[in-house]
């Protein structure tokens, strides 16, 4: 579908809402919007490139002249959306399960609107469904992780620490994060990559120090960080000397993990481990280029849990040539196993992802009902959605969802997909966010993305750093 407007920079977004209509490549849209110091119309004309058919639609609202040039500029874009989706799902016949919703955080729109006093939080549901047309079923779902999301505190003093580890055993098919495979990086690029870590955390803790910062979580991620050997991961582990109750490493490779490796994470006072399995389909697995097998997995989980270890474990809706049994499987499995926490993802075909040049083995068509069986089966077994995401090109526009057992939420977790607090990302790939609670604004500040580039700029990485912070 192509898309044209006069309001060049917001195409993006429009393009972005089009494409969940799915492939329209017959259908031109040609947007006007026109205002004067209180109204605002926006109008439409839909082509059909085939039949020469023309169609015109047209809205129009009023523009309080009170708001700020920054509500202002936000309401102009939540309208636009609006009123392409009305266009759209007139033209087409179709209903998109997030309504006019692109953005990665649902939950944060509508607990900012609750902040801000726009909406009452027993009215939540109804807000998405009448001003943005989401589905009774998202919006009850959005509504309903608000409520189990209780660990919220709002402090600029408490922070949370990410580390990335960017690299993995192998990359498989789906993955579009920028990871180095273990055997072409080499041991000595990991030991150089290990000292300017060292470095940016020793950093860190000058920052934290300065600026009387209280660590709250910390989260090592990647990548696979469980893939350093046993005196990379101690070493990595002794720099992170923080008091936290939340410490989580991802192991999502069950094949990294060994006894060792579980009693030197224990050690270093790790709380929580993601142990990901995606699917409990070997064939699958193979297809997909996850070289791991279920008993590695069972293994794993086994071994985390005498340890005493929270566990998390990640699985994927939509895989290429999954179907809806098989799906179902996985999901009795995870049941069966019964891990503190899982999240459930939908399949995101990403420009960076090998799977985006081999897209004819996918098929979507039982996508939405893999995500609905899902919650609605871990919801009757005692598990409660505690936080959501969406991301670009996801199978049919839809989520990832986080679930948690009796109280083993994750508090990093909610804190970055909330933007409640100020995160501070180290190494190659991470990100820093500092947040504002009184002025209600975020900063943002990336690290280089290669392991080459981050180990080379290292000292001007840190002096950037710095002068974010202080």
Same mark, same amino acid.
């Given at each position: 579908?192509?898309?044209?407007?006069?309001?060049?920079?917001?195409?993006?977004?429009?393009?972005?809402?089009?494409?969940?209509?799915?492939?329209?490549?017959?259908?031109?849209?040609?947007?006007?919007?026109?205002?004067?110091?209180?109204?605002?119309?926006?109008?439409?004309?839909?082509?059909?490139?085939?039949?020469?058919?023309?169609?015109?639609?047209?809205?129009?609202?009023?523009?309080?002249?009170?708001?700020?040039?920054?509500?202002?500029?936000?309401?102009?874009?939540?309208?636009?959306?609006?009123?392409?989706?009305?266009?759209?799902?007139?033209?087409?016949?179709?209903?998109?399960?997030?309504?006019?919703?692109?953005?990665?955080?649902?939950?944060?729109?509508?607990?900012?609107?609750?902040?801000?006093?726009?909406?009452?939080?027993?009215?939540?549901?109804?807000?998405?469904?009448?001003?943005?047309?989401?589905?009774?079923?998202?919006?009850?779902?959005?509504?309903?992780?608000?409520?189990?999301?209780?660990?919220?505190?709002?402090?600029?003093?408490?922070?949370?620490?990410?580390?990335?580890?960017?690299?993995?055993?192998?990359?498989?098919?789906?993955?579009?994060?920028?990871?180095?495979?273990?055997?072409?990086?080499?041991?000595?690029?990991?030991?150089?990559?290990?000292?300017?870590?060292?470095?940016?955390?020793?950093?860190?803790?000058?920052?934290?120090?300065?600026?009387?910062?209280? *660590?709250?979580?910390?989260? !090592?991620?990647? =990548?696979?960080?469980?893939? %350093? $050997?046993?005196?990379? +991961? @101690?070493? #990595?582990? &002794?720099?992170?000397?923080?008091? *936290?109750?939340?410490?989580? !490493?991802?192991? =999502?490779?069950?094949?990294? %993990? $060994?006894?060792?490796? +579980? @009693?030197? #994470?224990? &050690?270093?006072?790790?709380?929580?481990?993601?142990?990901?399995?995606?699917?409990?389909?070997?064939?699958?697995?193979?297809?997909?280029?996850?070289?791991?097998?279920?008993?590695?997995?069972?293994?794993?989980?086994?071994?985390?849990?005498?340890?005493?270890?929270?566990?998390?474990?990640?699985?994927?809706?939509?895989?290429?040539?999954?179907?809806?049994?098989?799906?179902?499987?996985?999901?009795?499995?995870?049941?069966?196993?019964?891990?503190?926490?899982?999240?459930?993802?939908?399949?995101?075909?990403?420009?960076?992802?090998?799977?985006?040049?081999?897209?004819?083995?996918?098929?979507?068509?039982?996508?939405?009902?893999?995500?609905?069986?899902?919650?609605?089966?871990?919801?009757?077994?005692?598990?409660?959605?505690?936080?959501?995401?969406?991301?670009?090109?996801?199978?049919?526009?839809?989520?990832?969802?986080?679930?948690?057992?009796?109280?083993?939420?994750?508090?990093?977790?909610?804190?970055?997909?909330?933007?409640?607090?100020?995160?501070?990302?180290?190494?190659?790939?991470?990100?820093?966010?500092?947040?504002?609670?009184?002025?209600?604004?975020?900063?943002?500040?990336?690290?280089?993305?290669?392991?080459?580039?981050?180990?080379?700029?290292?000292?001007?990485?840190?002096?950037?750093?710095?002068?974010?912070?202080?």
């Amino acid at each position: 579908m192509k898309i044209d407007t006069n309001v060049p920079e917001l195409k993006i977004e429009l393009e972005d809402l089009a494409k969940l209509f799915g492939n329209n490549e017959n259908i031109e849209v040609q947007h006007s919007q026109e205002s004067n110091s209180s109204i605002v119309q926006n109008s439409f004309k839909v082509i059909n490139t085939l039949t020469g058919e023309e169609k015109f639609y047209s809205y129009s609202y009023n523009l309080d002249e009170n708001l700020s040039d920054l509500e202002k500029k936000s309401l102009i874009k939540k309208m636009l959306k609006n009123h392409l989706y009305l266009t759209l799902n007139k033209e087409l016949k179709i209903t998109l399960p997030w309504g006019a919703l692109t953005g990665i955080r649902p939950t944060k729109l509508i607990r900012d609107m609750i902040d801000k006093g726009e909406v009452k939080p027993y009215l939540a549901s109804e807000t998405l469904q009448k001003f943005f047309y989401v589905s009774t079923q998202k919006a009850n779902l959005v509504a309903n992780i608000l409520k189990n999301q209780k660990c919220i505190i709002r402090n600029d003093n408490l922070i949370d620490l990410y580390v990335n580890i960017p690299i993995c055993p192998s990359r498989c098919l789906y993955c579009s994060f920028i990871s180095h495979q273990i055997n072409s990086l080499g041991q000595e690029k990991i030991e150089e990559y290990l000292n300017c870590l060292e470095k940016e955390i020793n950093a860190v803790k000058e920052i934290i120090s300065k600026k009387a910062y209280i *660590v709250r979580t910390i989260y !090592v991620g990647g =990548g696979t960080p469980s893939v %350093l $050997n046993e005196g990379q +991961l @101690e070493r #990595l582990l &002794k720099l992170l000397n923080f008091p *936290v109750d939340e410490f989580t !490493v991802e192991c =999502g490779r069950a094949d990294t %993990l $060994n006894n060792e490796k +579980l @009693e030197i #994470l224990k &050690k270093y006072g790790v709380t929580r481990l993601s142990i990901n399995p995606q699917t409990f389909c070997q064939a699958t697995l193979k297809r997909v280029g996850r070289n791991v097998s279920n008993e590695q997995i069972f293994n794993a989980y086994s071994l985390a849990l005498q340890k005493g270890f929270v566990v998390n474990m990640d699985i994927i809706a939509g895989l290429p040539k999954e179907k809806f049994g098989t799906f179902k499987k996985t999901i009795s499995t995870l049941l069966e196993l019964y891990p503190h926490n899982i999240t459930i993802h939908t399949l995101s075909v990403k420009r960076g992802a090998d799977l985006k040049w081999q897209i004819d083995i996918l098929d979507d068509k039982d996508i939405e009902k893999m995500i609905d069986f899902g919650q609605k089966t871990l919801m009757e077994n005692g598990y409660k959605p505690y936080y959501l995401y969406r991301q670009k090109n996801q199978l049919k526009g839809l989520e990832n969802v986080g679930y948690f057992r009796d109280e083993y939420v994750c508090k990093f977790n909610i804190d970055s997909m909330e933007e409640t607090n100020t995160i501070i990302g180290v190494g190659a790939g991470s990100m820093s966010k500092r947040v504002f609670n009184i002025e209600n604004r975020i900063e943002r500040q990336h690290n280089d993305k290669f392991i080459n580039d981050y180990c080379n700029k290292i000292d001007k990485i840190i002096e950037d750093k710095r002068k974010f912070f202080i």
